[in-house]
């Protein structure tokens, strides 16, 4: 499987963020944490990308027609907002899963409505760093799944 993992905006300040909600570690100690999970459980190439800005996100999934196989996204606070996001996804049409470090169904108003999550085959919310884990393995069983028919 060749993933693309992307973070959205605010998620390069990990560790220095709200501490209380996002805990103490860094985006650093994440993508080192996300290349561990892949190389145990055999993912043949994962790329990272993360940006504070929309078109960034939108450029970044499109770039990934043809090259990836799977998508993992958190889009922070662009999924509560952004319909180009939801709509890139769909432009691709790769399997993609949403992730929140937090577990957004417990938080504001506003932040129970997911554009992106829309376009996605499922989500793991309020499981810190183990999220995107258990969207990895999502995503491995799901196109296993698929090549079976
Ligand atoms: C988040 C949840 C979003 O509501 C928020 O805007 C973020 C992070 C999470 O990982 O819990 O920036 O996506």
Redesign the pocket.
């Given at each position: 499987m060749k993933l693309l993992v992307i973070n959205?905006?605010?998620?390069n300040m990990l560790g220095i963020r709200e501490k209380g909600l996002?805990g103490e570690q860094s985006y650093e100690q994440l993508l080192a944490y996300i290349r561990s999970c892949c190389k145990e459980l055999g993912v043949e190439d994962v790329e990272f990308f993360q940006s504070n800005h929309e078109g960034a996100i939108v450029d970044a999934i499109q770039a990934a027609y043809g090259k990836k196989d799977a998508i993992v996204i958190?889009?922070?606070?662009y999924?509560?907002t952004s319909v180009a996001i939801l709509d890139a996804l769909k432009s691709v049409n790769l399997p993609a899963v949403e992730?929140?470090?937090?577990d957004?169904t417990k938080?504001e108003n506003f932040?129970q409505v997911s554009y992106a999550g829309m376009a996605c085959l499922t989500r793991f919310?309020g499981l810190g760093f183990a999220g995107y884990r258990e969207a990895i393995k999502y995503l491995l069983d799901y196109l296993q799944e698929e090549k079976q028919g």
């Open positions: 959205g905006p605010n998620i996002y958190n889009p922070a606070a999924t509560h992730v929140h470090l937090t957004v938080r932040r919310c």
